[in-house]
């Protein structure tokens, strides 16, 4: 694996970090008060922001080149640093319109999509017009075991009926959300429990969805993206919009967030970073007990082990990344599983010595340190908890050792 920067990403590199320092960090104040006054709508920063990057060709990098004519013509390994400065925000990611779950759901349509579904869906979300949300989770049942899923997906002529309840859907909130992928079970009685789901497509305007409400995280409610409660009620949408087909939603789920999982993993490891600088940035200008806080021991050891911290996440990520390329997510999955175990934790060491250092400044909203901190807590439980990456690798681990 080749650690230096090509060419082409160092001139992207470059171009985001500058649009980052002109356009994101100088307004981000602006992007919350208009939160405040959006609500669950889009906010014209965000709006004007993206228009920018659409402009600048800083658009849709996520999609690897294997992904052919919707491709962002990068490497999984190519995107990583560029993730990286996007995770310097809670929102820039959504500006180049690499921002989850619409890159997840994209990548989904462009590898399994039909014409008439990549046109009809694929092409809106590419061009950055409408929003979406992926439906799995559920409240009644360990949805960490996709296995478990409850919703419903029945056949009756031409159409498909879902009935069931989902929560913490990220994105449906949004007024802009036009389209869910939802999971559920056609044949709950097969003999292979990995057979029984489906994925279909569902306008979130179909009669019979009802957004419940907004879920909160920590006492937010993440506006304008929202993590929403849904129920489907006999919800009717035409046989044409099951993906790849009956039974094959397993293998959907797991296409779609082998991707996903070292997306967060990249922007996890810019998060960590701006936090760290942040710790710098405060313990140089701060006075405590007659010394410059820099000059404290135990600042001083809080900035190493982040330092060292961050370079081993960031290092595995890249490694990960490259193995993707390489080998394909499945090739790469126990890479994968081990930065998903990491890298959040990581984060949340690094931000809560941050927030420590900025004492009760660091809890309110005059940084991102607590909304990061919050953000940085649900990818530990995001596309996978922590124990289902442990159980999963360690049993691959173990597997080849194993005396016969």
């Given at each position: 694996m080749q650690f230096e920067y090509t060419p082409k990403v160092e001139a992207l590199r470059q171009q985001i970090q500058a649009f980052m320092q002109e356009h994101v960090f100088p307004n981000e104040a602006l992007y919350e008060q208009q939160v405040e006054e959006c609500g669950w709508t889009t906010t014209p920063l965000m709006h004007e922001l993206k228009a920018k990057a659409k402009a600048a060709g800083l658009w849709n990098f996520f999609l690897p080149v294997s992904f052919g004519?919707?491709?962002?013509?990068?490497?999984?390994?190519?995107?990583?640093?560029?993730?990286?400065?996007?995770?310097?925000?809670?929102?820039?990611?959504?500006?180049?319109?690499?921002s989850a779950p619409d890159t997840g759901n994209m990548e989904v349509?462009?590898?399994?999509?039909?014409?008439?579904?990549?046109?009809?869906?694929?092409?809106?979300?590419?061009?950055?017009?409408?929003?979406?949300?992926?439906?799995?989770?559920?409240?009644?049942?360990?949805?960490?075991?996709?296995?478990?899923?409850?919703?419903?997906?029945?056949?009756?002529?031409d159409d498909y009926i879902i009935n069931g309840r989902k929560f913490y859907i990220s994105g449906a909130c949004r007024d802009e959300c036009k389209i869910l992928i939802v999971m559920g079970k056609t044949d709950p009685n097969h003999s292979n429990r990995h057979l029984q789901q489906s994925q279909v497509?569902?306008?979130?305007?179909?009669?019979?969805?009802?957004?419940?409400?907004?879920?909160?995280?920590?006492?937010?409610?993440?506006?304008?993206?929202?993590?929403?409660?849904?129920?489907?009620?006999?919800?009717?949408?035409?046989?044409?919009?099951i993906i790849l087909g009956e039974g094959r939603g397993f293998e959907v789920a797991q296409g779609r967030l082998g991707p996903g999982r070292i997306h967060h993993?990249?922007?996890?490891?810019?998060?960590?970073?701006?936090?760290?600088?942040?710790?710098?940035?405060?313990?140089?200008?701060?006075?405590?007990?007659?010394?410059?806080?820099?000059?404290?021991?135990?600042?001083?050891?809080?900035?190493?082990?982040?330092?060292?911290?961050?370079?081993?996440?960031?290092?595995?990520?890249?490694?990960?990344?490259?193995?993707?390329?390489?080998?394909?997510?499945?090739?790469?999955r126990e890479l994968i599983a081990m930065i998903k175990i990491a890298a959040p934790s990581m984060a949340l060491k690094v931000i809560d010595r941050a927030i420590q250092i900025h004492g009760?400044?660091?809890?309110?909203?005059?940084?991102?340190?607590?909304?990061?901190?919050?953000w940085q807590r649900v990818l530990r439980l995001a596309d996978g908890p922590d124990e289902v990456h442990m159980m999963q690798l360690g049993r691959d681990l173990m597997a080849r050792h194993q005396e016969f």
């Open positions: 004519q919707y491709s962002g013509g990068l490497t999984n390994l190519e995107y990583a640093p560029l993730a990286e400065l996007m995770g310097h925000n809670g929102w820039a990611s959504e500006i180049f319109n690499c349509l462009a590898k399994y999509g039909t014409p008439a579904q990549q046109q009809q869906w694929l092409v809106p979300l590419l061009n950055g017009e409408i929003r979406s949300a992926f439906a799995m989770t559920e409240p009644d049942v360990a949805s960490s075991d996709a296995t478990n899923i409850e919703t419903t997906i029945t056949r009756d002529g497509l569902v306008p979130i305007d179909t009669p019979g969805v009802t957004v419940v409400r907004p879920m909160k995280v920590f006492g937010y409610n993440d506006a304008p993206e929202g993590h929403a409660e849904i129920v489907f009620e006999d919800v009717r949408v035409p046989v044409e919009n993993c990249m922007r996890s490891i810019g998060a960590a970073q701006r936090a760290l600088e942040m710790i710098c940035q405060r313990a140089n200008s701060r006075v405590v007990f007659g010394r410059p806080m820099s000059k404290q021991q135990s600042v001083r050891e809080d900035v190493a082990r982040a330092a060292v911290e961050i370079e081993q996440c960031r290092l595995l990520t890249l490694k990960a990344a490259d193995m993707m390329d390489k080998a394909g997510n499945k090739g790469a009760a400044a660091g809890l309110g909203q005059d940084t991102f340190l607590a909304q990061m901190f919050a």
